[in-house]
């Protein structure tokens, strides 16, 4: 039913691993292969292509779905249905950032102030970037003329000597930070998005396919870093075990047969899991389980 678009790169594997854990597994090949499959009646093809390329041939109708980041759709201005953000990244779960930095020496630290020395000065303004087209919206904002160039990689050594500024993608900064950079501007938060073509999103069977799907990938996303406990507890220390029990919502208690017992359950993060349990256990808990999720749907 589905023509399905993946990207290639820096989100492949993370990509990847995500359809695996919602079970949907890509099947290729090798991993260099450009056609996959996956063994769901809604998906008919996979193809997996460079992201920034995504947008325009999900726009285009090639393709019935896809996932890329927000900065691919702005940089190519795609006419495209956004169906949801996947909170996920190349490396994090965080949003990566489009931003502008100059040299850690230079006096400017917000754009406003860089767009006052530009004016100040002869010459144009050398900004390298792998985004000329939002890098031209944003400096022509501030009424800077600059002279964009198109980067194809290392973007942040170009500084001094290439280039007065660098536009690029960032998630935690500390690339930019190692090559003697700071950033004055943040340019666009991007998420990971499942997009749609138009067309293909007005189609009431293929955009039920397209929910449905988006369902497992957010599910699964919302699942990771979290597990399920369940224990036993009596009545006298139900209070003292509900005090240091976290969870993401009032956990669920049950009268056990017999009374004077509840069984618990909710879930928890699994990072403290190992403070968690010893505590439960103190208050008076029994028979605690931590139980492995695989996707949780609100």
């Known amino acids: 039913m589905l023509r399905l678009v993946l990207p290639k790169g820096s989100l492949e594997r993370a990509t990847m691993q995500l359809f695996e854990d919602a079970d949907l597994a890509v099947n290729r090949a090798s991993d260099v292969a450009y056609r996959a499959t996956v063994e769901d009646p809604r998906i008919d093809e996979v193809r997996i292509l460079r992201p920034q390329e995504i947008p325009v041939y999900v726009a285009d109708g090639l393709f019935d779905l896809g996932i890329t980041g927000r900065d691919c759709i702005e940089e190519r201005g795609s006419e495209v249905v956004s169906l949801g953000k996947l909170a996920y990244s190349k490396a994090t779960g965080n949003p990566a950032r489009i931003v502008l930095a100059v040299g850690v020496d230079s006096p400017a630290s917000t754009l406003a102030e860089l767009a006052k020395s530009v004016a100040d000065r002869p010459g144009r303004l050398r900004v390298s970037t792998e985004y000329p087209e939002l890098t031209r919206r944003a400096l022509d904002a501030h009424g800077i003329d600059a002279e964009i160039a198109l980067s194809y990689g290392a973007t942040e050594a170009k ?8 536009v690029d993608m960032t998630e935690t900064g500390s690339a ?8 004055i501007e943040t340019l666009l938060v991007s998420h990971t998005e499942l997009i749609a073509n138009p067309k293909a999103a007005d189609d009431p069977d293929k955009r039920h ?15 990771r870093g979290k597990v399920l406990v369940k224990l036993n507890v009596s009545a ?4 003292a075990v509900l005090g240091v029990l976290p969870s993401m919502r009032s956990p669920t208690i049950s009268e056990l047969s017999g009374g004077g017992a509840y069984a618990l359950e909710t879930v928890v993060a699994k990072s403290g899991i190992n403070t968690l349990i010893p505590a439960l256990r103190d208050q008076g808990a029994s028979d605690i389980l931590e139980l492995p999720l695989s996707k949780i749907v609100h």
């Open 159 to 166: 500084v001094p000597d290439i280039a007065d500024a660098v």
């Open 176 to 183: 930019l930070r190692a090559a003697g950079l700071k950033v």
């Open 209 to 223: 396919a397209m929910e449905q799907i988006l369902t497992l990938l957010q599910g699964t996303l919302e699942a």
């Open 236 to 239: 006298e220390n139900l209070d």
